[in-house]
Structures are given as C-alpha cells and as structure tokens.
C-alpha cells in the first residue's frame, strides 16, 4: 500500500491556520464548492431540472456511502440530522425486557432519543459510566450490561469526547445473543476508519455528514438491516412511494413503498444545493480509500505521540486509540480552558470537551501543524 501523501491541495484552508478538528466541521473540498457553484447557477433556471434528477443524485450518494460502510445501496436512507436517524430506527423497536443502555456522556441526539423511547415504553436507560475505569474495564462492563432484559443499545463506536474506542463488534455479537438491537452513531468514524457494519454487527448505523464525510451542515445519512425494511417512517413523504418517479401518476397514491431502507428517507430528500456537496466528499472518501486516510492519520498520530509523551502528555491506551480523534491527558496541574486559549492565539484550532483537549487530525493535515501544537505545549508545559 502506498502511503497517502496530504491531501491540503484540494482544500482552501488558510496557510497560516492550524486546524486540527476536523470532529468539529470538515472543511470544504475544492470540488464541492464547484459542485455547489454550479447548482447554484442551475437554480436560476429551474426548467433544467427534469424528474430524474429528483432522484438520481440521491441515489448516487446512498451508493458512494455503502461503498465506504460495507452494505447495499438500498439499505441506506438520508436525513437531515442523525437526531431524525434514531428516532427513525427506535420508532421500529419495541420493548420486551424493559432495558436501554447506553453510556456515560453519549452525545445528546443519541440519549435523547433513546430517553424518548424509554419513556413511551416504560422502560429504563442504564447508562454506563466511565468514571476512573480503564478503556478495556469500561468496555467490560458495557458487554456485561446486555442481558435478555435489554431491548437496545445505543452508543458511538468512538467516544465523541475523547476518542475512546469501543468494541463494537463485540457489542453487536452480545446484542444478537440477548436479541437486543444495536444503533450505532457513527459520526466520529465512518470516513476516517474502516467500517463494515456487517461484520460488526451493527442494525442501525447513523452519521452526520458534515464531520468526516466532508458533507454540509443539515444532512445525514444511516444504514439499517434488513429487520428495520418493513417498519414504519416518521413521515409519509410522497418521494419514498414506489412509483415517485412518475411525476403523472403520483396521486395514484400508491401504498407501497421503495424497496429496503428508501422508507425511510425525509421528504425532499434531493437537496438541491446541499446534496452535491456530500456526493463529491463521499465520492473522494472512496477514491483515497479509508485504510488509506487511517494509515495517513496513523503517521501523524505516531508523531505526536513520540512528542508529547516526553512531556508528560498521556494518550488512550493503543488498543483503544483511534489516530484520527483522540484527547491529549494533560499534567493535572494543566487548566484545559487555558491551553485551548492559548493554542487559539497562535492559530491552532482544537476542541475542548468536558475536560478533555480534543485533538481530530485528517489528510489535510501535515507534520507542520502538528509541530505548531508541540511547540506550544511545551511552552506551555515546560
């Protein structure tokens, strides 16, 4: 395998910006910006647009997507949010144990909805907390939490916070044993990582696609299996019926819907301006490939590992470090708000989370801004 080389040349970022969060906001392709350009002019003219393209781009999208995820086309659907994503999939879950679980600081459109569901079910959320446990003790008692009690786990595959990884895979395995349904938030991953979500036993998948699938704002994009193809959407959008594509023949009012996971998809699902934009990063995620993006990420990560360390910077145990997004565990006389200050001053951008200094490298990066974070972190930590 050839070693990706950066990849900043096909981005306008600011020669004189370090930005290290790609976990925050993706930055924009070249190539997407043309891609909006020209929709943009093609809005002047609507007469263009003819039924097709109603759909097309729409399936284009869920193709590039399973292509990077592992599954078929039609068993992805697209959103506006990951928020509608689970509600989407916890509407199509019913409760025969009376237990959800997910974990300690899940991001908030996972545990609301998961909250939501537990409540019209009467059910319970038995949160999984951390605390002061290791990486591998944590995801112990995740897997000892799934019983035949429990209905659904909903989590991340990485830590949105700190980066922590989890067994997902492991997970899946014990939520088929106890026949509890796995949603996964694959935000912080899918684009970044190798992901099957057959192999690792995930039901329900859902990413934002404005982080590493260098989409826009107000789009999402999820996989459900085949157990979700008969359920219920939340909304009956007129472009999800099997014969939308006949502009004629819609108010037949046809009952059935596209085949596999299209029932799910919001209505006007074919945003005119901001579906180009996720197609051409979907599109450029394939052609790197993500083993390569992780290898890339990998040397960087390795880099300022070798740096740091000798400062009294600690990382996530390797096993459970992922080297696109992970947290620095700094000297506990360190205030985290300070260093972000500081980083922000000489223009090196970061994420504080809770008290966590959030680090998310990508191919757009080069050992250059990661020298710009050493040298400031040993500034600050002598």
Same mark, same amino acid.
């Given at each position: ?55 097309? #781009?729409?399936?284009? &999208? *869920? ?6 995820? =592992? ?7 697209? +959103? ?35 909250e939501k569901w537990a409540i019209s079910n009467k059910a319970e959320i038995l949160v999984i907390e951390r605390g002061d446990k290791t990486a591998q003790n944590w995801n112990n008692h995740i897997l000892d939490s799934i019983d035949d009690s429990t209905d659904v786990v909903l989590l991340s595959i990485i830590h949105w916070m700190n ?38 036993? #995930?039901?329900?998948? &859902? *990413? ?6 260098? =989409? ?7 996989? +459900? ?158």
């Open positions: 395998m050839n070693m990706l080389k950066c990849q900043k040349h096909l981005f306008q970022l600011n020669n004189d910006i370090h930005y290290l969060n790609c976990a925050y906001k993706a930055p924009l392709l070249k190539s997407a910006e043309k891609a909006l350009l020209d929709s943009l002019e093609k809005e002047r003219n609507p007469y263009h647009y003819k039924p097709n393209d109603f759909f097309e #781009i729409t399936a284009n &999208i *869920c193709k590039s997507f399973s292509q990077i995820i =592992g599954c078929r086309a039609q068993n992805t659907a697209l +959103f506006p949010s990951t928020s509608y994503g689970f509600a989407s999939a916890l509407n199509n879950i019913k409760s025969h144990g009376g237990k959800a679980i997910t974990i300690e600081n899940e991001f908030p459109s996972g545990y609301f909805a998961l980066g922590t990884k989890l067994n997902i895979k492991e997970i899946g395995e014990k939520c088929r044993k106890h026949n509890a349904k796995l949603i996964a938030d694959g935000t912080q991953i899918v684009g970044a990582a190798p992901i099957n979500v057959k192999e690792l036993n #995930i039901d329900v998948l &859902i *990413c934002a696609a404005y982080k590493w699938l260098f =989409g826009p704002y107000s789009m999402a994009i999820g996989y +459900f299996s085949e157990d979700f193809h008969d359920g219920n959407p939340i909304e009956e959008s007129w472009m999800n019926r099997s014969n939308a594509m006949n502009f004629s023949s819609i108010t037949d009012y046809d009952t059935n819907y596209k085949p596999g996971s299209a029932r799910y998809n919001v209505g006007q699902t074919s945003n005119f301006m901001l579906s180009p934009i996720l197609l051409e990063g979907l599109n450029q995620i394939n052609q790197w490939g993500t083993s390569n993006i992780q290898a890339y990420c990998q040397m960087l990560a390795n880099y300022l590992k070798e740096s740091l360390n000798p400062m009294g910077v600690e990382f996530e145990d390797e096993n459970y470090f992922y080297p696109h997004l992970f947290s620095l565990k700094l000297p506990n006389d360190i205030n985290p708000e300070t260093v972000k200050i500081q980083l922000e001053n000489k223009n090196i951008y970061v994420s504080l989370r809770g008290s966590y200094v959030r680090v998310s490298i990508n191919v757009f990066n080069q050992k250059e801004n990661l020298d710009a974070l050493i040298n400031c972190c040993h500034q600050l930590l002598g």
